[in-house]
């Protein structure tokens, strides 16, 4: 067997180490201190970025079209024979392997380096908090699966992965489960997310049946002999089904209701799970079925607009949101919905690209937020911040280098990934492009309204809270300084050939990408029927528009503060309706949650009227009856018979009775009696000599 | 003249009167002497075949048919006299012991 080197042999012990960390705090995590804990979580994500890097290092020195390692543990579920849709005869054999290629590769990295930052985080922001081993092992527990998700060679340990991400996120959201909003945000997730589920495994039922394999190397080939056409109904179908899956996961519309409520949970649990990993998941699904996604343009202008949709309409909640983390969350739905986008219009390297350059600037910014909330002593409203730009410096210039990311300002993150986005979804319809590129400018309003409030202007903070403000310890603003960086600098190996660069990453993830048909365009070709001048002007109006949206924060949150107010008072049905979200919790609440909880009183009171009442009741009624009848029986025939047996003997024993009278003379004359009888048997037989 | 008919016909009547009063007659005394009669017309009954057939047979029999006689009526007025003694009673009926 050929080794690929070290590192690349065991990737499988990737998602061990944190496995291990989990269980270990499982089993121990009571007894141990908080340092031992930290010691051990920190350590195994650590362990696990070290293997990353050192595998994705080795694949990168692997020729690009040989950039495949795969690595299988052991036989999960043993092969049995099946009929495919088609009638023919295939075997399934799943087994519990795990894969390395270039789209893995960013996947794993963004994962365990910005998790290892995250976890890094968690010591200073969880220090004080009761849990400290649980809120640990659950966090160790979710890289596991988020890594056994990322890194699966086939969709069903994918799956196993995918199901483990769900329930750490409920663990988690519902962390501090003393509190009742948890508790109902983290059931909220776990069961909107299991709606999608579902659309995952019929989607992974439809692939085995109409591919014959689950495996991600296999499909590919099985799509090539099956010479489905373009636009084949089962691959829309399929499409479509995962999509769903989709959509639960990475809350997209109609099932991102979830993720608002989710910042119930721990700071680190949003930055980690609803920013930069568990979300993401649903694009890393799509991205690697992409072959079949490609298959179904119906399905791909589904993602298309559901994507554009979710990302204009999560930006107009965030408007008007006054707390700082749910403008973060509705902004986190806004940006999956860019990332949908860019899938849906057959652009996933960018998709792809904008996944982890998010990754960056957003777990920044959640990060940021924690560290404002743990300054202001747990406020996290807005309207009651306000001048903290010098109180607690770090912290705010690290959240002003994300702001200016995640506006798309040039020369940072944001910028490149959101522009390749753009670029691809002017080229397959304008009307796509004017969605995102509105979205864009509120992204920049809402994200600097945030800013504005949050650290400049006048103070309002409460006088109590005013005494305790800190900027916090090294253990908490390293990650910031470091995810700043990124923010700054993640975004260059994606700069666009059409801006005279490279385009590392499109490259290195081109391999991935299934091609029906052509390639796309050089920049020489492009320049030649000027789409490049096109391509330009996108990017000059994507800037000029975030600029427009920076100014008008400007104005609104820091000339003259009363301007928003007074605009809502002018606005006010717009306004609460934003502010109410669009009422979707409350319709969902009257469409689907009371009545399946209708459904569950009407079977409730079906099982205590007709089976307690009919069966249970029914059943002792006539076992009731059918003792009666023994009863009967039992008095009457058996007994009876006994007695007539009994009289019967009565009966023959009365002659018997005179034979023991205890009167002699009776006695004498049955003497009597016999010796009559004798002589009449002689006499008759014996005759008398007469003489 | 006299046969042996007669004879036999004596001893019967003497013989069926005896068991009739064994049988029919509740004073044990009676019964006692019944069974005398009884005796006694065996006794005829084997003397007039003696008588018969010049057999001297016959009479030695009877002679330890009376002997026999006059031994079981001690021993029976002997039992009835106990019996009396613990049952103040002479009566047959009354003497019903043995129905248990």
Not at chain 1, 278 to 304: E, K
Not at chain 1, 456 to 473: A, L, M, N, T
Not at chain 2, 35 to 49: M, P, Q, S
Request: proline share 3%; glycine share 10%.
């Amino acid at each position: 067997m050929a080794t690929n080197g070290y590192f690349l042999d065991h990737i499988w012990m990737i998602p061990l180490f944190p496995a291990a960390g989990a269980l270990l705090m499982f089993l121990f995590g009571r007894k141990l201190k908080n340092a031992v804990v930290s010691t051990i979580c920190v350590g195994s994500v650590a362990a696990a970025f070290i293997f990353a890097a050192g595998a994705v290092w080795s694949l990168l020195h692997m020729l690009p079209e040989s950039r495949f390692v795969q690595v299988i543990l052991f036989d999960w579920v043993p092969a049995g024979s099946m009929h495919m849709t088609n009638g023919s005869l295939m075997r399934f054999d799943v087994p519990w392997g795990l894969m390395l290629d270039p789209l893995n590769s960013v996947m794993v990295l963004v994962v365990t380096g910005v998790g290892m930052l995250i976890h890094i985080y968690s010591v200073g922001y969880m220090g004080h908090e009761g849990g400290y081993y649980r809120f640990f092992g659950y966090l160790n527990l979710f890289m596991f699966s988020m890594l056994t998700l990322i890194l699966a060679n086939n969709m069903l340990l994918m799956f196993v992965g995918w199901e483990g991400v769900g329930l750490c996120s409920y663990l988690l959201i519902g962390f501090y489960f003393l509190k009742k909003s948890a508790g109902d945000a983290g059931k909220k997730a776990f069961i909107v997310n299991r709606i999608g589920d579902a659309g995952f495994l019929l989607g992974l039922f439809l692939i085995l049946g109409t591919l014959g394999t689950i495996n991600f190397h296999e499909i590919g080939p099985a799509i090539a002999a099956g010479h489905f056409p373009v636009g084949a109904p089962v691959m829309t179908a399929i499409a479509l089904l995962l999509f769903v899956g989709a959509t639960g996961k990475s809350a997209q519309i109609p099932l991102y209701v979830w993720l608002p409520d989710a910042m119930e949970g721990p700071t680190p649990v949003s930055a980690l799970i609803h920013a930069a990993t568990m979300v993401t998941a649903g694009v890393y699904m799509v991205t690697r079925l992409n072959a079949i996604f490609q298959l179904s343009p119906t399905a791909m202008d589904v993602v298309a607009i559901t994507g554009a949709a979710t990302a204009i309409f999560a930006a107009s909640m965030a408007l008007v949101q006054n707390d700082i983390k749910r403008v973060l969350a509705y902004s986190t739905i806004s940006q999956l919905g860019y990332m949908f986008l860019g899938l849906g219009v057959g652009a996933f390297t960018a998709g792809v690209f904008h996944l982890m350059t998010h990754a960056f600037f957003k777990a920044l910014l959640f990060l940021g937020s924690g560290s404002v909330i743990h300054a202001m002593s747990g406020e996290q409203d807005m309207r009651k911040m306000g001048a903290l730009w010098h109180k607690i410096p770090t912290t705010a210039r690290t959240f002003l280098v994300g702001t200016i990311a995640i506006a798309g300002i040039p020369p940072l993150a944001g910028f490149f990934s959101k522009d390749a986005i753009l670029g691809s979804a002017y080229e397959r319809s304008p009307i796509l492009w004017v969605v995102g590129w509105v979205t864009a400018g509120m992204t920049a309003f809402y994200m600097f309204r945030l800013v504005n409030m949050t650290f400049f202007g006048k103070s309002r903070v409460e006088h109590d809270v005013e005494h305790h403000i800190h900027e916090s310890p090294l253990v908490m603003t390293a990650p910031l300084l470091i995810l700043a960086l990124f923010s700054i600098i993640g975004g260059w190996i994606g700069w666009p050939e059409s801006l005279w660069g490279s385009d590392h990453f499109a490259h290195f993830l081109d391999p991935v990408i299934a091609h029906y048909g052509e390639q796309g365009a050089s920049v020489a070709e492009k320049a030649s029927r000027g789409a490049l001048t096109m391509e330009y002007l996108l990017m000059l109006a994507s800037v000029l528009l975030a600029v427009t949206g920076i100014a008008l924060a400007y104005s609104w949150y820091i000339k003259d503060p009363t301007r928003p107010e007074r605009f809502a008072a002018r606005f006010s049905g717009a306004y609460n309706l934003l502010s109410h979200k669009y009422y979707v919790d409350e319709i969902y609440d009257a469409l689907f949650v009371n009545r399946t909880k209708d459904l569950g009183l009407a079977l409730g009171s079906f099982d205590r009227g007709v089976i307690d009442g009919a069966g249970v009741n029914g059943v002792g009624l006539l076992t009731r009856v059918i003792s009666r009848i023994s009863m009967w029986w039992d008095k009457w025939i058996v007994d009876g018979l006994v007695n007539i047996s009994a009289r019967l003997v009565g009966a023959l024993s009365i002659p018997a009775r005179w034979l023991q009278t205890g009167r002699v003379s009776g006695y004498a004359a049955m003497i009597v009696a016999g010796l009559v009888a004798l002589l009449w048997y002689f006499l008759h037989l014996v005759r008398l000599p007469v003489h | 003249m006299l046969s042996i008919t007669h004879y036999l016909v004596l001893s019967l009547a003497l013989f069926t009167i005896g068991v009739i009063g064994v049988v029919t007659r509740r004073n044990v005394i009676i019964i006692l002497m019944s069974i005398e009669l009884i005796l006694n017309a065996v006794n005829i009954n084997l003397v007039a075949f003696s008588r018969l057939f010049g057999l001297v047979g016959g009479q030695v029999f009877a002679i330890f048919i009376i002997t026999d006689a006059a031994a079981e009526a001690a021993v029976g007025l002997g039992i009835i006299i106990a019996f009396f003694r613990n049952r103040e009673t002479v009566l047959a009926d009354e003497m019903d012991l043995l129905k248990w």
